[in-house]
């Protein structure tokens, strides 16, 4: 007992506080600045709890493994490794799941109605029109190896369907709000077979098919994807589309779920990697010898000094 006591005391508990301490801070820097001001988009925020880990790792770390005999530079590494994978991951789950929750639901009678609101990031319409005709695309291949005799192909296709309020409005040919969606897929191709166009052109035609007969009337709310990344080539689509007359197109993505489902077991899966980094830290310090505490030497003649003044 005293065993495990004296580590916990030496390491455990002020790991603990420490690593509490900095996700405070990662966190009110993340909510104030992403969340409030919307500074820098939410992916350059992805680098925050990254950075803090790795000095955290540099400073405090480096000093609670002096207690221990380390012979390899190598489980030094392997040490903070664990700690900037598991804090970094704990946060930047927890960072998506404040940056979910802050946004609120704007019930509108139409999708134009939103153009005369305040923005906001989640909009629940009653009634809408999704264009299945008037569909934009915006395909590209790629290849990779795939063996002595044959290629991989992987296929990218992403699509703009304009919202409108009602299906006679699709004559104006005028939208500013259009629904996402992407696919992917991948073929293997023999090296003397074609250049893979036609392996593209089969899948668009298949995804279209599949498009063509998905309920697009039941979303529950709709989400604004300003993100590149969240919606890459989104552009490009919506220029491709038929509709002609478009100013700021706003991108959207369609849920099904509940609005109050959207973060959904996300606090678990934080906590659950939040304290599995700190128990696999903990076994292995459980395992490493500590350095015996050095003795004061008091000079057997310290009475007689501590009598005299200089």
Same mark, same amino acid.
């Given at each position: ?153 992987? =296929?990218? #296709?992403?699509?703009? !369907? $304009? ?7 699709? *004559?104006?040919? %005028? ?106 830290? =903990?076994? #292995?310090?459980?395992? !490493? $010898? ?7 030497? *008091?000079?057997? %003649? ?9």
């Amino acid at each position: 007992m005293d065993y495990l006591k004296k580590r916990a005391n030496v390491f455990l508990v002020p790991y603990i506080y420490d690593i509490c301490g900095v996700a405070i801070f990662n966190i009110i820097v993340y909510w104030l600045l992403a969340v409030k001001l919307n500074f820098l988009p939410k992916e350059i925020w992805v680098f925050l709890p990254v950075v803090l880990s790795i000095m955290m790792s540099r400073t405090w770390l480096t000093h609670r493994l002096s207690h221990f005999v380390i012979t390899r530079e190598k489980a030094v590494f392997g040490i903070r490794l664990i700690v900037v994978v598991f804090y970094s991951v704990s946060m930047i789950l927890l960072q998506d799941y404040l940056y979910v929750g802050a946004g609120k639901l704007v019930s509108v009678k139409h999708i134009t109605d939103a153009a005369y609101l305040p923005a906001s990031r989640y909009y629940k319409v009653e009634d809408y029109f999704i264009d299945k005709k008037g569909v934009g695309s915006y395909k590209y291949w790629e290849t990779g190896a795939g063996g002595k005799k044959s290629r991989d192909l992987k =296929f990218s #296709l992403y699509l703009a !369907l $304009p919202i409108i309020n009602q299906a006679s409005d699709s *004559v104006k040919l %005028d939208c500013s709000f259009f629904l996402f969606k992407q696919y992917k897929g991948k073929a293997r191709l023999g090296v003397l077979s074609s250049d893979g166009s036609s392996a593209l052109d089969q899948f668009v035609e298949d995804r279209l098919w599949e498009l063509d007969t998905t309920d697009l009337t039941s979303f529950t709310y709709f989400e604004v994807v300003e993100s590149y990344f969240d919606t890459p080539n989104a552009d490009a689509a919506v220029l491709a589309s038929n509709y002609i007359k478009y100013r700021d197109p706003v991108i959207l993505k369609g849920h099904t779920t509940a609005f109050s489902e959207r973060n959904k077991g996300k606090p678990k899966n934080v906590f659950i990697v939040f304290i599995t980094g700190i128990l696999i830290l =903990f076994l #292995l310090v459980i395992f !490493l $010898p500590m350095k015996e505490a050095r003795k004061l030497e *008091v000079p057997q %003649d310290s009475r007689k000094i501590r009598g005299y003044s200089i």
